[in-house]
Antibody, heavy 117, light 107 residues
């Protein structure tokens, strides 16, 4: 059973870069697609983007210029970097991945990131 | 992007009652639709995928139907653990999006 765990700062200042890492255990990172999803307080879930095990990416157009997702298969983790953050980027950030269904069957517990000075 | 609209926003029901949740897409998503359950402080949990298929370990009281633009999730008899927020999500074209959710609350 794949297990995912997000880590990173819980507080980021406006205009700075938000960086999170998702550690993958219990399964191979060298397959499937690895995603970042966020949920602002009281709002719907938003799929930010995903990366394949080979490193190809797809980003939500609403964030494309600010978002970078990378993967390090040797260290069994993938990462998110979101630049020039504002209060609107305050959210619970989840990492997630597919199972055979090609939908998000495995999720991390989520980490709250607050953008504030 | 494809917008998913869920209704109602809130459903107030008693344990044992039947729940019917709706998800409508702004354009066809074929059968590329899933349903998730989310409880406070937890990550979403995959319930249904490809519009009608139960995910691993999901009880038979959950069923779903639909194709194209109109989808339904049905809980045949609400268990106390079923009171939660339910989201639909498509993977037809990128960006994949989620609906706004339906909260199933205890009446």
């Amino acid at each position: 059973q794949v297990q995912l765990q997000e880590s990173g700062p819980g507080l980021v200042k406006p205009s700075e870069t938000l960086s999170l890492t998702c550690n993958v255990s219990g399964g191979s990172i060298s397959s499937s697609f690895w995603s970042w999803i966020r949920q602002p307080p009281g709002k719907r879930l938003e799929w930010l983007g995903y990366i394949s095990f080979s490193g190809s990416t797809n980003y939500n157009p609403s964030l494309k210029s600010r978002l970078t997702i990378s993967i390090d298969t040797s260290r069994h983790h993938f990462s998110l970097r979101l630049s020039s953050v504002t209060a609107a980027d305050t959210a619970v950030y989840y990492c997630a991945t597919y199972d055979h269904s090609n939908f998000l069957a495995y999720w991390g517990q989520g980490t709250l990131v607050t953008v504030s000075s | 992007e494809i917008v998913l609209t869920q209704s109602p926003a809130t459903l107030s029901l008693s344990p044992g009652e039947r729940a019917t949740l709706s998800c409508r897409a702004s354009q066809s998503v074929s059968s590329y639709l899933a349903w998730y359950q989310q409880k406070p402080g937890q990550a979403p949990r995959l319930l249904m995928y490809n519009a009608i298929t139960r995910a691993t370990g999901i009880p038979a009281r959950f069923s779903a139907s639909g194709t194209g633009t109109d989808f339904t999730l049905t809980i045949s008899s609400l268990d106390p653990e079923d009171f939660a927020v339910y989201y639909c999500q498509h993977r037809s074209i990128w960006p994949f999006t989620f609906g706004g959710g339906t909260k199933v609350e205890i009446k």
